[in-house]
Protein backbone atom coordinates (compact mmCIF):
# COMPACT_ATOMS: atom_id res chain seq x y z
CA UNK A 1 0.00 0.00 0.00
CA UNK A 2 1.55 3.47 -1.11
CA UNK A 3 1.53 6.03 1.61
CA UNK A 4 1.04 10.03 1.85
CA UNK A 5 1.15 12.27 4.13
CA UNK A 6 -0.32 15.93 3.12
CA UNK A 7 -1.89 18.83 4.81
CA UNK A 8 -5.19 18.84 3.00
CA UNK A 9 -6.26 15.40 0.59
CA UNK A 10 -9.71 16.30 -1.51
CA UNK A 11 -11.37 13.58 -3.01
CA UNK A 12 -13.01 14.27 -6.57
CA UNK A 13 -11.22 16.32 -9.19
CA UNK A 14 -14.87 17.68 -10.57
CA UNK A 15 -14.80 22.16 -10.30
CA UNK A 16 -15.30 22.14 -6.43
CA UNK A 17 -12.25 19.96 -5.87
CA UNK A 18 -9.81 20.92 -8.47
CA UNK A 19 -10.60 24.81 -7.63
CA UNK A 20 -10.22 24.51 -3.96
CA UNK A 21 -6.77 22.62 -4.43
CA UNK A 22 -5.78 25.52 -6.93
CA UNK A 23 -6.38 27.88 -4.35
CA UNK A 24 -4.81 26.37 -1.36
CA UNK A 25 -1.33 25.43 -3.42
CA UNK A 26 -0.75 28.47 -4.92
CA UNK A 27 -0.91 29.56 -1.21
CA UNK A 28 1.66 27.03 -0.06
CA UNK A 29 -0.71 24.20 1.40
CA UNK A 30 0.63 20.69 0.67
CA UNK A 31 -2.81 19.43 -1.19
CA UNK A 32 -3.45 16.43 -2.98
CA UNK A 33 -6.97 15.65 -4.86
CA UNK A 34 -7.76 12.39 -6.62
CA UNK A 35 -9.69 11.66 -9.32
CA UNK A 36 -11.44 8.46 -9.63
CA UNK A 37 -11.28 8.18 -14.21
CA UNK A 38 -8.40 8.33 -16.09
CA UNK A 39 -8.92 11.66 -17.67
CA UNK A 40 -11.99 14.11 -17.48
CA UNK A 41 -13.56 13.54 -20.89
CA UNK A 42 -17.29 12.59 -20.06
CA UNK A 43 -20.14 13.94 -21.85
CA UNK A 44 -23.27 15.62 -20.55
CA UNK A 45 -21.58 17.04 -17.71
CA UNK A 46 -22.54 20.53 -17.20
CA UNK A 47 -21.00 22.85 -19.43
CA UNK A 48 -22.01 26.20 -18.09
CA UNK A 49 -19.57 28.80 -16.46
CA UNK A 50 -21.43 31.57 -15.28
CA UNK A 51 -20.56 35.40 -14.47
CA UNK A 52 -19.88 34.83 -11.06
CA UNK A 53 -16.97 32.20 -11.64
CA UNK A 54 -15.55 34.27 -14.67
CA UNK A 55 -15.38 37.13 -12.03
CA UNK A 56 -13.34 34.30 -9.93
CA UNK A 57 -11.06 33.71 -12.42
CA UNK A 58 -10.52 37.27 -13.50
CA UNK A 59 -9.61 37.94 -9.73
CA UNK A 60 -6.99 35.17 -10.05
CA UNK A 61 -5.78 36.48 -13.57
CA UNK A 62 -7.21 33.64 -15.48
CA UNK A 63 -9.78 34.78 -17.21
CA UNK A 64 -7.70 35.77 -20.52
CA UNK A 65 -6.51 32.36 -21.16
CA UNK A 66 -9.88 30.60 -19.88
CA UNK A 67 -11.62 32.25 -23.09
CA UNK A 68 -9.06 31.71 -25.65
CA UNK A 69 -10.53 28.21 -25.35
CA UNK A 70 -12.90 26.89 -27.55
CA UNK A 71 -16.39 28.62 -26.30
CA UNK A 72 -19.87 30.09 -26.92
CA UNK A 73 -21.28 33.56 -25.16
CA UNK A 74 -24.76 33.87 -23.86
CA UNK A 75 -25.81 37.45 -22.87
CA UNK A 76 -29.22 36.60 -22.29
CA UNK A 77 -31.79 33.99 -21.84
CA UNK A 78 -34.99 33.14 -23.52
CA UNK A 79 -37.63 30.66 -23.39
CA UNK A 80 -40.50 29.80 -26.23
CA UNK A 81 -43.91 28.35 -24.63
CA UNK A 82 -45.79 27.07 -27.11
CA UNK A 83 -45.76 29.94 -29.94
CA UNK A 84 -44.38 32.92 -28.43
CA UNK A 85 -40.37 33.40 -27.23
CA UNK A 86 -40.08 35.34 -23.87
CA UNK A 87 -36.95 36.98 -22.72
CA UNK A 88 -36.16 36.06 -19.11
CA UNK A 89 -32.98 37.20 -17.89
CA UNK A 90 -30.50 39.71 -18.96
CA UNK A 91 -26.86 39.71 -18.04
CA UNK A 92 -25.49 43.09 -19.69
CA UNK A 93 -26.28 44.99 -16.17
CA UNK A 94 -24.13 42.80 -13.51
CA UNK A 95 -21.05 44.02 -12.02
CA UNK A 96 -18.63 42.51 -13.02
CA UNK A 97 -16.26 41.94 -16.39
CA UNK A 98 -17.50 39.17 -17.95
CA UNK A 99 -21.13 40.08 -19.01
CA UNK A 100 -22.18 36.54 -20.20
CA UNK A 101 -22.60 32.90 -19.76
CA UNK A 102 -20.27 30.73 -21.46
CA UNK A 103 -20.87 27.09 -22.67
CA UNK A 104 -17.94 25.40 -22.41
CA UNK A 105 -17.30 21.63 -22.44
CA UNK A 106 -16.68 20.73 -18.77
CA UNK A 107 -13.39 18.44 -19.42
CA UNK A 108 -11.56 21.49 -21.18
CA UNK A 109 -12.03 23.66 -18.05
CA UNK A 110 -11.00 20.96 -15.58
CA UNK A 111 -8.10 20.10 -18.13
CA UNK A 112 -7.61 24.19 -17.71
CA UNK A 113 -7.65 24.22 -13.79
CA UNK A 114 -5.58 20.90 -13.62
CA UNK A 115 -2.43 22.45 -15.70
CA UNK A 116 -2.34 25.51 -13.62
CA UNK A 117 -2.65 23.50 -10.20
CA UNK A 118 -0.12 21.59 -11.77
CA UNK A 119 2.90 24.37 -11.34
CA UNK A 120 2.77 24.41 -7.48
CA UNK A 121 5.10 21.55 -6.32
CA UNK A 122 2.97 20.97 -3.86
CA UNK A 123 -0.07 19.95 -5.32
CA UNK A 124 -0.26 16.65 -6.46
CA UNK A 125 -3.28 15.16 -9.04
CA UNK A 126 -3.87 11.40 -8.52
CA UNK A 127 -6.02 10.56 -11.33
CA UNK A 128 -7.65 6.45 -11.60
CA UNK A 129 -7.83 6.92 -7.49
CA UNK A 130 -10.93 6.72 -6.10
CA UNK A 131 -11.61 7.31 -2.43
CA UNK A 132 -13.36 3.62 -0.32
CA UNK A 133 -12.84 5.01 3.09
CA UNK A 134 -12.39 7.51 5.50
CA UNK A 135 -9.46 6.60 8.23
CA UNK A 136 -10.83 7.33 11.98
CA UNK A 137 -8.92 7.69 14.95
CA UNK A 138 -10.27 9.30 17.99
CA UNK A 139 -13.25 10.13 16.37
CA UNK A 140 -11.50 12.04 14.26
CA UNK A 141 -11.01 12.15 10.60
CA UNK A 142 -7.39 11.95 9.84
CA UNK A 143 -7.55 10.63 6.03
CA UNK A 144 -8.56 8.41 4.05
CA UNK A 145 -7.88 5.12 1.58
CA UNK A 146 -8.39 4.46 -2.01
CA UNK A 147 -7.95 2.52 -5.06
CA UNK A 148 -5.18 3.84 -7.30
CA UNK A 149 -4.47 2.28 -10.38
CA UNK A 150 -1.02 0.85 -9.05
CA UNK A 151 -2.78 -0.81 -6.22
CA UNK A 152 -4.55 0.69 -2.86
CA UNK A 153 -3.94 4.17 -1.34
CA UNK A 154 -3.44 5.71 2.09
CA UNK A 155 -3.58 9.44 2.80
CA UNK A 156 -2.95 10.93 6.15
CA UNK A 157 -4.28 14.62 6.37
CA UNK A 158 -4.54 17.32 8.95
CA UNK A 159 -8.26 17.86 6.35
CA UNK A 160 -10.05 15.66 4.10
CA UNK A 161 -12.76 17.64 1.60
CA UNK A 162 -15.57 15.51 0.12
CA UNK A 163 -15.61 16.77 -3.06
CA UNK A 164 -17.10 13.46 -4.69
CA UNK A 165 -20.33 14.38 -6.31
CA UNK A 166 -23.84 14.25 -5.08
CA UNK A 167 -23.46 9.99 -4.90
CA UNK A 168 -20.50 10.94 -2.53
CA UNK A 169 -18.25 7.82 -0.56
CA UNK A 170 -16.75 10.45 1.56
CA UNK A 171 -19.77 11.56 3.36
CA UNK A 172 -21.32 7.96 3.28
CA UNK A 173 -18.31 6.74 5.26
CA UNK A 174 -18.25 10.16 7.24
CA UNK A 175 -21.89 9.17 8.72
CA UNK A 176 -23.59 12.11 7.21
CA UNK A 177 -27.27 12.44 6.38
CA UNK A 178 -28.87 14.25 3.27
CA UNK A 179 -32.30 16.01 3.31
CA UNK A 180 -34.10 14.69 0.40
CA UNK A 181 -35.85 17.24 -1.32
CA UNK A 182 -38.68 15.61 -4.13
CA UNK A 183 -38.03 15.85 -7.64
CA UNK A 184 -40.78 15.77 -10.42
CA UNK A 185 -38.68 15.45 -13.47
CA UNK A 186 -35.72 13.13 -14.70
CA UNK A 187 -34.09 14.56 -18.05
CA UNK A 188 -32.83 12.90 -21.23
CA UNK A 189 -29.48 13.88 -22.42
CA UNK A 190 -28.60 13.39 -26.10
CA UNK A 191 -26.79 14.85 -29.35
CA UNK A 192 -28.49 16.50 -32.40
CA UNK A 193 -25.87 17.71 -35.83
CA UNK A 194 -26.38 21.33 -36.14
CA UNK A 195 -26.99 22.52 -39.57
CA UNK A 196 -26.13 25.99 -40.73
CA UNK A 197 -29.55 26.79 -41.42
CA UNK A 198 -30.77 25.79 -38.66
CA UNK A 199 -32.99 28.30 -36.69
CA UNK A 200 -31.75 30.46 -33.44
CA UNK A 201 -32.90 29.09 -30.71
CA UNK A 202 -34.40 29.75 -27.26
CA UNK A 203 -32.28 27.76 -24.87
CA UNK A 204 -35.68 25.82 -23.73
CA UNK A 205 -38.77 24.99 -25.49
CA UNK A 206 -42.29 23.70 -23.82
CA UNK A 207 -44.97 22.95 -25.89
CA UNK A 208 -47.85 20.21 -26.55
CA UNK A 209 -46.75 18.53 -22.76
CA UNK A 210 -42.88 18.46 -23.44
CA UNK A 211 -39.87 20.79 -22.63
CA UNK A 212 -36.89 20.47 -25.08
CA UNK A 213 -33.47 22.81 -23.89
CA UNK A 214 -30.93 22.92 -26.79
CA UNK A 215 -27.51 23.92 -25.60
CA UNK A 216 -25.69 25.01 -28.99
CA UNK A 217 -22.03 23.61 -29.21
CA UNK A 218 -20.83 24.55 -32.76
CA UNK A 219 -21.34 21.24 -34.68
CA UNK A 220 -24.33 19.69 -32.44
CA UNK A 221 -27.11 20.58 -30.49
CA UNK A 222 -26.65 19.19 -27.28
CA UNK A 223 -30.05 18.43 -25.95
CA UNK A 224 -31.90 17.64 -22.71
CA UNK A 225 -35.37 16.29 -22.91
CA UNK A 226 -37.46 16.77 -19.47
CA UNK A 227 -39.47 13.89 -18.32
CA UNK A 228 -41.52 13.23 -15.68
CA UNK A 229 -39.29 11.48 -12.58
CA UNK A 230 -39.16 7.75 -13.37
CA UNK A 231 -40.98 7.88 -16.63
CA UNK A 232 -38.21 6.28 -18.65
CA UNK A 233 -39.00 2.96 -18.59
CA UNK A 234 -42.48 3.84 -19.71
CA UNK A 235 -41.33 5.61 -22.40
CA UNK A 236 -38.66 2.85 -23.52
CA UNK A 237 -41.49 0.39 -24.02
CA UNK A 238 -43.15 2.69 -26.43
CA UNK A 239 -40.13 2.65 -28.80
CA UNK A 240 -37.44 5.02 -29.17
CA UNK A 241 -39.43 6.48 -32.13
CA UNK A 242 -42.31 7.72 -30.02
CA UNK A 243 -39.07 9.86 -28.22
CA UNK A 244 -37.87 11.13 -31.70
CA UNK A 245 -41.81 11.99 -32.71
CA UNK A 246 -42.21 13.86 -29.36
CA UNK A 247 -38.23 15.57 -30.22
CA UNK A 248 -39.91 16.10 -33.45
CA UNK A 249 -43.30 17.74 -32.39
CA UNK A 250 -41.48 20.70 -30.07
CA UNK A 251 -38.31 21.00 -32.58
CA UNK A 252 -39.85 20.28 -36.21
CA UNK A 253 -36.78 21.53 -37.66
CA UNK A 254 -34.38 18.64 -36.54
CA UNK A 255 -36.81 16.02 -38.02
CA UNK A 256 -34.77 14.58 -40.33
CA UNK A 257 -31.73 13.79 -37.92
CA UNK A 258 -33.45 12.61 -35.26
CA UNK A 259 -32.37 8.97 -36.98
CA UNK A 260 -28.69 9.60 -35.21
CA UNK A 261 -30.60 8.52 -32.09
CA UNK A 262 -30.42 4.93 -33.71
CA UNK A 263 -30.72 2.98 -30.45
CA UNK A 264 -31.06 3.75 -26.40
CA UNK A 265 -27.35 3.86 -26.22
CA UNK A 266 -27.26 7.19 -27.72
CA UNK A 267 -29.50 8.73 -24.56
CA UNK A 268 -28.21 9.56 -21.19
CA UNK A 269 -30.41 9.59 -18.27
CA UNK A 270 -29.53 11.97 -15.57
CA UNK A 271 -31.69 11.25 -12.47
CA UNK A 272 -32.47 14.83 -11.41
CA UNK A 273 -31.94 14.95 -7.18
CA UNK A 274 -31.95 17.56 -4.76
CA UNK A 275 -30.43 16.92 -1.55
CA UNK A 276 -28.72 18.68 1.44
CA UNK A 277 -26.72 17.89 4.23
CA UNK A 278 -28.01 19.06 7.49
CA UNK A 279 -24.11 18.72 8.66
CA UNK A 280 -21.40 19.45 6.11
CA UNK A 281 -18.09 18.34 8.52
CA UNK A 282 -16.73 16.38 11.28
CA UNK A 283 -13.51 16.65 12.98
CA UNK A 284 -11.24 16.51 9.90
CA UNK A 285 -13.44 16.26 7.19
CA UNK A 286 -15.91 18.62 5.31
CA UNK A 287 -18.38 18.21 1.91
CA UNK A 288 -18.33 20.91 -0.63
CA UNK A 289 -20.45 21.11 -3.76
CA UNK A 290 -22.93 18.33 -4.75
CA UNK A 291 -21.56 16.18 -2.06
CA UNK A 292 -22.85 19.10 0.23
CA UNK A 293 -25.77 20.11 -1.76
CA UNK A 294 -27.13 18.51 -5.21
CA UNK A 295 -28.73 20.99 -7.41
CA UNK A 296 -31.23 20.94 -9.86
CA UNK A 297 -30.27 21.52 -13.57
CA UNK A 298 -32.46 24.36 -13.79
CA UNK A 299 -30.57 27.47 -14.44
CA UNK A 300 -27.22 25.14 -14.94
CA UNK A 301 -25.77 26.94 -11.22
CA UNK A 302 -24.18 23.52 -9.55
CA UNK A 303 -20.54 24.08 -10.96
CA UNK A 304 -20.51 27.80 -9.82
CA UNK A 305 -22.40 26.88 -6.76
CA UNK A 306 -20.07 24.39 -5.99
CA UNK A 307 -16.60 26.78 -7.01
CA UNK A 308 -18.38 29.27 -4.56
CA UNK A 309 -17.94 27.32 -1.93
CA UNK A 310 -14.53 26.01 -2.51
CA UNK A 311 -13.69 29.65 -2.80
CA UNK A 312 -15.45 30.29 0.39
CA UNK A 313 -13.48 27.25 2.30
CA UNK A 314 -9.99 28.13 0.35
CA UNK A 315 -10.66 31.75 2.14
CA UNK A 316 -11.58 30.68 5.69
CA UNK A 317 -9.33 27.60 5.93
CA UNK A 318 -6.06 29.24 4.38
CA UNK A 319 -4.76 30.40 7.43
CA UNK A 320 -6.01 28.32 9.99
CA UNK A 321 -4.09 25.20 7.71
CA UNK A 322 -0.96 26.99 7.14
CA UNK A 323 -0.94 27.49 11.06
CA UNK A 324 -1.67 23.74 11.87
CA UNK A 325 -4.63 24.81 14.00
CA UNK A 326 -7.70 23.26 15.23
CA UNK A 327 -10.13 23.26 12.43
CA UNK A 328 -13.71 22.51 13.64
CA UNK A 329 -14.59 26.46 14.35
CA UNK A 330 -13.45 27.02 10.84
CA UNK A 331 -15.56 24.40 9.05
CA UNK A 332 -18.29 25.30 11.22
CA UNK A 333 -17.61 28.58 9.48
CA UNK A 334 -17.43 27.61 5.90
CA UNK A 335 -21.43 25.97 6.25
CA UNK A 336 -22.48 28.81 8.14
CA UNK A 337 -21.38 30.97 5.33
CA UNK A 338 -22.32 28.42 1.96
CA UNK A 339 -25.50 26.73 3.62
CA UNK A 340 -28.04 29.40 2.96
CA UNK A 341 -27.05 29.89 -0.21
CA UNK A 342 -27.53 26.48 -1.11
CA UNK A 343 -30.95 26.43 0.31
CA UNK A 344 -32.17 29.71 -1.42
CA UNK A 345 -31.50 28.50 -4.55
CA UNK A 346 -32.84 25.01 -4.03
CA UNK A 347 -36.07 26.82 -3.32
CA UNK A 348 -36.56 28.86 -6.08
CA UNK A 349 -35.46 25.88 -8.27
CA UNK A 350 -37.95 23.95 -6.83
CA UNK A 351 -40.57 26.12 -6.93
CA UNK A 352 -39.75 26.34 -11.02
CA UNK A 353 -39.98 22.67 -10.98
CA UNK A 354 -43.33 22.20 -9.22
CA UNK A 355 -44.94 25.32 -11.01
CA UNK A 356 -43.86 25.43 -14.64
CA UNK A 357 -41.47 22.68 -15.52
CA UNK A 358 -43.83 19.74 -13.97
CA UNK A 359 -47.17 20.81 -15.06
CA UNK A 360 -45.39 21.30 -19.02
CA UNK A 361 -44.33 17.67 -19.43
CA UNK A 362 -47.07 16.18 -17.14
CA UNK A 363 -49.79 17.88 -18.44
CA UNK A 364 -50.46 16.77 -22.28
CA UNK A 365 -51.55 19.72 -23.18
CA UNK A 366 -50.96 23.73 -23.73
CA UNK A 367 -50.25 25.41 -21.00
CA UNK A 368 -50.39 29.40 -20.08
CA UNK A 369 -47.11 31.27 -19.51
CA UNK A 370 -46.68 32.58 -16.00
CA UNK A 371 -47.35 36.42 -15.18
CA UNK A 372 -43.81 36.88 -14.23
CA UNK A 373 -42.67 35.56 -18.55
CA UNK A 374 -45.24 38.52 -19.19
CA UNK A 375 -44.18 41.05 -17.24
CA UNK A 376 -40.57 40.26 -18.08
CA UNK A 377 -41.29 40.58 -21.67
CA UNK A 378 -43.05 43.75 -21.08
CA UNK A 379 -40.74 45.14 -19.50
CA UNK A 380 -36.89 44.51 -20.19
CA UNK A 381 -35.34 46.31 -17.18
CA UNK A 382 -37.36 43.46 -14.77
CA UNK A 383 -34.95 41.07 -16.62
CA UNK A 384 -31.58 42.20 -15.05
CA UNK A 385 -33.20 40.68 -11.58
CA UNK A 386 -32.99 36.87 -12.54
CA UNK A 387 -29.90 37.59 -14.37
CA UNK A 388 -28.46 38.83 -11.42
CA UNK A 389 -29.79 35.55 -9.47
CA UNK A 390 -28.38 33.53 -12.33
CA UNK A 391 -25.66 35.01 -13.18
CA UNK A 392 -24.07 35.48 -9.46
CA UNK A 393 -26.24 33.43 -7.38
CA UNK A 394 -27.37 34.96 -3.45
CA UNK A 395 -23.79 35.55 -2.36
CA UNK A 396 -20.96 35.47 -4.45
CA UNK A 397 -17.47 34.59 -3.33
CA UNK A 398 -14.55 36.92 -4.32
CA UNK A 399 -10.78 35.82 -3.81
CA UNK A 400 -8.97 37.12 -0.54
Known sequence: MRKIDTQCCIAGGGPAGLMLGYLLARNGVEVVVLEKHADFLRDFRGDTIHPSTLEIMHELGLSEALLALPHDEVRSLAIRVEDT???LADFSALPVHHKFIAFMPQWDFLNFIA?????????????????TELSVEAGRIIGLRAAGADGPLEIRADLVVGADGRHSTTRSSAGLRSIELGVPIDVLWMRISKQADDPSQALARIAGGHMLVMIDRGTYWQCAFVIPKGALAQLRARGIDALRQEIAGIAPFTGARLGELETWDDISLL????????????????????????MSPIGGVGINLAIQDAVAAANILLAPLRAGEDLGPYLAKVQRRRAWPARGTQFLQIMIQNNLIAPAVTGGAAIKPPLAFRLLNRWPSLRRIPG???GLGLRPEHIR
Open 85 to 87: DYA
Open 271 to 294: TVLVDRLRHWYRPGFLCIGDAAHA
Open 115 to 131: ERAAAFPNFSLEMEAEA
Open 388 to 390: RLI
